[in-house]
């Protein structure tokens, strides 16, 4: 099981079962990066590992966003796929650099090589995805439905936690209802005028749980 | 792809290529009770002989006068579209599928593993098959479900084969994904990023 009770935001789960995944929504500047970093942080806390595929930020910014939740990097890997380092950028024991967020074949093999690597030390393994919108500027939906099922099922198959984020003011309603299918669980934030934003978690427990603030 | 019942291919085409005569030939013994095999030598007459009938190739990666990369190389190229297993010297980095073959083996190959590939590869193919079948079916019918009332689509013939259709593909996708390894993962992702090239071709056309 993966434990995520220290995690307020997720009340009342407490744990998730190894091949989980979730997707993470809102509009931006709600707290769904927070929510991930914190996520993958509990898992650093217990020596777990991670990869992250990032594709909007450099590899640096995302382990700076990780040290500061926790401070170990020795179980973090990440996939760059942003470009933001240039097509020449070699590869690093834990970062792997993919061109671009268009070559979602580079981002697949980049992320079963550190599995396989992970897959050696035993321990569980808790995958993000940050963010699946910027792959929709790159490709359209129908490719990215059928990546992000594939994707999914692997992370089932060899037990992890897979936690996805996506920008939902970036698409239409039907095409995030969509987005939706593959996944166990939804984390939902929402906007709410001068107030902080609220949340709410779907799938994850029996009934919906209420909105709530997100702070 | 159809299956039979008890999981079995039926009438497949498999392609042998190896420059060694009696290791394409001791292939061949082996598949030739339950697949129609067609024996090659080397990298060219591979390709002379490949057309859309074939379904697998067992491709040797080194050859002297063309290489397993070469033919594979030319394979993308072209419009069959047969699922390749490369056979190498040694275990090969997960970059070899994406350069398009759908699995590997590793020298000496024992009879069990090659059927279990074979049958691996076909099963690989289903999948990804029918995962582009399930996309389109769910868009057809969320767009009936904004476009028609519940009441109307309930006694509507094609909803409802739809329904089940979907219901259909989601136990098949579901039962397929579970053996999705390493190997699959990235055949698969390479497999849609093909289907969306050749669609994109399709409509510049």
């Known amino acids: 099981m993966y434990d995520v009770s220290e995690i307020e935001l997720l009340e009342p789960v407490e744990e998730l079962e190894p091949g989980t995944s979730i997707l993470v929504s809102g509009p931006p500047m709600t707290g769904k990066r927070k929510l991930v970093f914190q ?8 020596n777990e590992n991670s990869i992250v595929v990032t594709s909007d ?8 966003d990780y040290s500061s939740y926790h401070e170990n990097l020795d179980r973090v890997a990440v996939v760059d796929c942003s470009g933001s380092q240039g097509p020449e950028r070699t590869d690093t024991d834990k970062v792997g650099y993919v061109s671009s967020p268009a070559d979602l074949t580079g981002i697949s093999i980049q992320v079963s090589e550190f599995m396989e690597e992970f897959r050696k030390t035993d321990m569980k393994l808790r995958v993000a995805v940050i963010s699946v919108s910027t792959l929709l500027m790159y490709l359209d939906i129908e490719t990215i439905f059928r990546f992000l099922h594939v994707f999914t099922s692997r992370i089932q198959n060899v037990g992890a936690l897979g936690v996805f984020v996506i920008d939902s003011t970036s698409i239409e309603y039907q095409t995030l209802s969509t987005i939706k299918q593959p996944f166990d669980g939804v984390v939902e934030f929402r906007d709410n005028d001068e107030e902080p934003p609220e949340l709410r978690v779907t799938g994850l427990t029996p009934q919906p749980t209420e909105w709530r603030h997100a702070d | 792809m159809i299956l039979d019942e008890d999981g079995s291919v039926p009438d497949l085409k498999l392609m042998v290529v190896d ?11 082996w598949l030739e009770d339950e697949y129609d095999v067609v024996p090659t030598y080397g990298g060219k007459e591979a390709l002379e002989k490949l057309d859309n009938t074939v379904d697998v190739i067992l491709l040797d990666r080194r050859m002297p006068e063309m290489t397993g990369d070469e033919v ?7 419009k069959e579209d047969p699922q390749v297993i490369m056979v190498t010297a040694v275990k090969p980095d997960f970059d070899i599928i994406g350069l398009g073959c759908d699995d590997y083996l590793v020298k000496p190959i024992s009879k069990h593993e090659l059927f279990d590939t074979i049958k691996n590869v076909v099963r690989l193919g289903k999948y990804s098959g029918e995962l582009q079948e399930y996309y389109t079916l769910i868009s057809k019918k969320a767009a009936l479900e904004s476009e028609k009332p519940m009441e109307y689509l309930d006694g509507n013939e094609e909803y409802q084969e739809l329904k089940s259709r979907i219901d259909t593909l989601e136990e098949n996708i579901k039962v397929a994904s579970q053996s999705l390894d390493a190997e699959g993962f990235i055949a698969t992702t390479r497999d849609l990023m093909d289907d969306r090239h050749s669609y994109q071709r399709g409509r510049t056309r």
Do not use: F
């Open chain 1, 39 to 46: 996520i993958l942080a509990e898992g650093g806390k217990r």
């Open chain 1, 57 to 64: 930020r450099s590899a640096d910014s995302v382990l700076d």
């Open chain 2, 19 to 29: 420059d060694e005569p009696n290791v394409t030939d001791t292939y061949c013994i």
């Open chain 2, 72 to 78: 594979l190389e030319e394979i993308q190229e072209r």
